[in-house]
């Protein structure tokens, strides 16, 4: 199992960004999907998650009403559309999935980790 984030970059506050990942070894139609963050020196965090059946969806209080996670399961491909970015989102982006039917924000859940794409917000 491979996951390939990608879509990270220098934005402005106020910005937006859309995160790719792409699956292969997996599909997204039977494999739940999430979004984490880390900073130098703290613990990767959770920022969004949707589990493959039903699409339901879990979002951190931080980024509710800004992220939205959604998946492509023809192209085999997850986002994180994130809008009005802040600098307070500066971080490694991860991608996850899990074979289980989750939205877990449990690190040790998720199977399946992609490389990271640093996303980098300028005041």
């Known amino acids: 199992v491979q996951l390939q984030a990608s879509g990270g970059g220098l934005v402005q506050a106020g910005g937006s960004l859309r995160l790719s990942c792409t699956a292969s070894?997996?599909?997204?139609?039977?494999?739940?999907v999430a979004w984490f963050r880390q900073t130098p020196g703290k613990e990767r965090a959770f920022v969004a998650a949707?589990?493959?059946?039903?699409?339901?969806?879990n979002y951190a209080d931080s980024v509710k009403g800004r992220f939205t996670i959604s998946r492509d399961v023809a192209k085999n491909t997850a986002y994180l559309q994130m809008n009005n970015l802040k600098p307070e989102d500066t971080a490694v982006y991860y991608c996850?999935?899990?074979?289980?039917?989750?939205?877990?924000?449990?690190?040790?859940?998720?199977?399946?980790w992609g490389q990271g794409t640093l996303v980098t917000v300028s005041s």
């Open positions: 996850a999935a899990a074979t289980i039917s989750t939205t877990t924000p449990n690190t040790n859940s998720w199977t399946s």
């Open positions: 949707m589990r493959w059946r039903n699409d339901i969806a």
């Open positions: 070894g997996l599909t997204f139609s039977r494999s739940s």
